[in-house]
């Protein structure tokens, strides 16, 4: 379950997501990922200096990662609870 607005518009809080512990973690992939001991959801992004971690929301600051191991898994799915029809895949 989404908690917090740092992923916000695209994932309000409460919204369930459907995580796949063995995804191929792309460039703009929406990933959960294990941060100095805290657990985080945000999209993984390429650039030049290497990857990072941002959130959606322009109020939280970027993650530099030294590399792709802090990735846990990668969002498959979110759904509002109660709204079946409201669900929308991220990955096939």
Do not use: H
């Not at 992923?7 to 792309?26: C, H, K, N, Q, R």
């Not at 941060?35 to 959801?41: P, T, V």
């Amino acid at each position: 379950m989404v908690l917090g607005d740092s992923m916000a518009p695209e994932f309000s809080e409460g919204d369930i997501v459907i995580i796949e512990p063995e995804g191929l973690a792309t460039d703009r992939s929406y990933v959960l990922a294990l941060w100095q001991d805290e657990w985080i959801f945000r999209q993984l992004v390429r650039s030049d200096a290497g990857w990072c971690l941002r959130a959606l929301n322009p109020q939280y600051p970027d993650i530099a990662l030294p590399d792709l191991s802090p990735v846990r898994g990668v969002i498959r799915q979110k759904s509002r609870p109660g709204r079946r029809r409201a669900a929308k895949r991220y990955v096939e």
